[in-house]
């Protein structure tokens, strides 16, 4: 069992940075940021194998976002940049502690933080 705390996030403008932080309990094989805007499914942002340090990421993101983990911590960190309205969303940290898996899919990952909303205003 993992348990996942989320932090961060917030209000921004449109071009502004936030960062999102994910403690875990832990110890994952993998661990990635979901994100679900009103009426839409749960999509797949970025992830990242903890013991290689690969990286995922979805298209719309790519070049803005940046995830990374702290082998002290046990904590994964999304840095956000130029952000869009589109970016606005409830995001998740998710943790998987079997191997493999596909990176992507939601329903690789068994464990779930609470969700923490990032708006971004227009």
């Known amino acids: 069992q993992v348990q996942l705390v989320e932090s961060g996030g917030g209000l921004v403008q449109a071009g502004g940075s936030l960062s999102l932080s994910c403690a875990a309990s832990?110890?994952?094989?993998?661990m990635g940021w979901f994100r679900q805007a009103p009426g839409k499914e749960r999509e797949f942002v970025t992830a990242?194998?903890?013991?290689?340090?690969?990286?995922y990421y979805t298209d719309s993101v790519k070049g803005r976002f940046t995830i990374s983990r702290d082998n002290a911590k046990n904590t994964v960190t999304l840095q956000m940049n130029s952000l869009k309205p589109e970016d606005t969303a409830v995001y998740y940290c998710?943790?998987?502690?079997?191997?493999?898996?596909?990176?992507?899919?939601?329903?690789?990952?068994?464990?779930w933080g609470q969700g923490t909303q990032v708006t971004v205003s227009s």
């Open positions: 998710a943790a998987r502690t079997r191997f493999g898996g596909s990176s992507n899919s939601r329903y690789e990952y068994p464990y």
């Open positions: 832990g110890r994952a094989f993998r």
């Open positions: 990242i194998t903890w013991s290689t340090g690969s990286t």
